[in-house]
């Protein structure tokens, strides 16, 4: 069984500001984890994703998020906001031996950038 | 960047009628995939299709859904008696591989009455 917990559903960030979104995960085998973005009236686009190697990813448009076994964590971190960057952001898992097949999603956490 | 193409966007349905949402993959993808979305609630895993049959399915994909691909290019979920509690957004994704990245349309917007 996998899941997905975001803490926070909405946050808000000063234009400029660190952007740190939250995202413990369980799971009974290796994780793939992911970010997903979802802008208004838009399907959902992949951020970034980690599935082995190097725990520190990078995805598009300047964000990353570090895997943390020991936590249970895939925080995504992006250090000076845009107002492009307002949006709803989607953590997510998949196990490794189903690939990316029956991800599951987290609840969201819809990001505000304050001019 | 490719896309996955979902319609209609919108649909608006009586409770008790059948509906279909269409997607039509990017042309090499093998692997299809309908997810939901109800207002204020998470993405959730609907089925998933490859080989001309259903590889895995959730709890909610009863026998009320259905998902085919009639023509080898739409990949349709089709709702048999549409419920209240099937208003969501629909969505489709493909990939062309299992364990690639998966693409996502944008979203038909079911609202059962």
């Known amino acids: 069984a996998q899941s997905v917990t975001q803490l926070g559903s909405h946050v808000s960030v000063s234009e400029g500001a660190l952007v740190l979104l939250r995202c413990n995960y369980s799971?009974?085998?290796?994780?793939?984890l992911f970010w997903y973005v979802q802008y208004p009236n838009q399907g959902l686009q992949l951020l970034l994703k980690y599935t082995t190697g190097a725990t520190l990813v990078k995805g598009i448009n300047g964000f990353e998020a570090e895997f943390k076994k020991s936590e249970t964590s895939f925080h995504l971190t992006k250090p000076s906001a845009h107002m492009s960057d307002a949006a709803e952001y989607f953590c997510?898992?998949?196990?490794?031996?189903?690939?990316?097949?029956?991800?599951?999603f987290g609840t969201g956490t819809k990001l505000q950038v304050i001019p | 960047e490719p896309e996955v193409t979902q319609t209609p966007s919108h649909q608006v349905t009586q409770m008790g009628q059948e509906v279909i949402l269409r997607c039509v993959p990017i042309?090499?993808?093998?692997?299809f995939y309908w997810y939901r979305q109800i207002l204020g609630q998470k993405v959730e895993f609907l089925v998933s299709?490859?080989?001309?049959?259903?590889?895995?399915k959730s709890e909610i994909f009863d026998d009320q859904f259905s998902v085919e691909r009639p023509d080898g290019s739409n990949f349709t979920l089709k709702i048999r008696s549409t419920k209240l509690e099937d208003s969501a957004m629909y969505f489709c994704a493909t990939n062309r591989q299992f364990n690639e990245k998966l693409f996502f349309g944008s979203g038909t917007q079911l609202s059962v009455l």
């Open positions: 299709f490859y080989n001309n049959e259903i590889s895995e």
């Open positions: 997510a898992v998949s196990s490794s031996s189903g690939g990316y097949q029956k991800v599951t």
């Open positions: 042309s090499n993808h093998l692997y």
């Open positions: 799971s009974s085998v290796p994780p793939y």
